[in-house]
């Protein structure tokens, strides 16, 4: 699982879709009233679908935790604070 900052989030979706990764690409939608997240991973599978995630999250991470895209392969998770995509990831990815 490879953790990616800010810019190369933005390049690869600009590269997939040229302008997703504009500043007014509904792609940034999860940040609105949120703080922008600035480390990025892909996670092919995990146990988010739990009644237990959203609420573990906001108890367990310092800062917020943001699903940009979710398909059938798996999701593209942001996170505002590094420190927790660490125990983040132990808890919830598969």
């Known amino acids: ?8 989030f933005r390049a690869y979706f600009d590269w997939l879709h040229s302008g997703m990764g504009d500043d007014d690409s509904p792609l940034w939608i999860p940040e609105q009233d949120r703080a922008a997240s600035q480390w990025f991973m892909f996670v ?6 739990s009644d237990d995630f959203w609420p573990w ?38």
């Open 1 to 8: 699982m490879e953790v990616i900052d800010r810019d190369r």
């Open 44 to 49: 092919p599978q995990g146990g988010w679908d």
């Open 57 to 94: 999250c906001r108890q367990h991470c310092q800062g917020h935790v943001l699903c940009y895209s979710a398909s059938e392969d798996g999701a593209w998770w942001g996170f505002e604070c590094r420190e927790d995509m660490v125990l983040w990831s132990l808890k919830w990815v598969g």
